[in-house]
């Protein structure tokens, strides 16, 4: 019987990731699938911080500030916002995975970590 070569006797090193369960898309995509992902990724903490300061910026607006409000709604969710009306305070951890029909009145809290 020949002897097993050096570099087969061994499997070959899973990534990081892999290793401890993760698979190897994005934080983002494996988030939005509902999968294992590492919420301190850079893109996730930099989307979260985001939807901080929109949140924070429309939560601050007086009522008389409409054209305000829907600019921040706007730039805030992934998809509609320009018939939504929104009462703050208002927040959601990202605003970008949010999509919404028309005539929309959300309640006070989304949570927006899947699809």
């Given at each position: 019987m020949a002897p097993t070569p050096?570099?087969?006797?061994?499997?070959?090193a899973k990534p990081w990731r892999a290793s401890i369960g993760l698979s190897l898309n994005t934080a983002r995509q494996n988030m939005l699938a509902g999968e294992l992902y590492d919420p301190m990724d850079?893109?996730?903490v930099a989307g979260r911080e985001r939807a901080r300061d929109l949140?924070?910026?429309?939560?601050?607006?007086?009522?008389?500030?409409?054209v305000e409000r829907r600019r921040l709604v706007q730039e805030l969710f992934g998809a509609g916002g320009d018939t939504v009306w929104l009462q703050p305070p208002?927040?959601?951890?990202?605003?970008?995975?949010?999509?919404?029909?028309?005539?929309?009145?959300?309640?006070?809290?989304?949570?927006d970590i899947t699809e």
């Open positions: 050096p570099n087969a006797r061994h499997a070959p850079a893109e996730l949140c924070q910026a429309l939560n601050a607006t007086r009522e008389a500030a409409q208002f927040f959601c951890d990202y605003g970008s995975n949010i999509e919404l029909g028309r005539r929309v009145f959300p309640c006070r809290v989304i949570r």
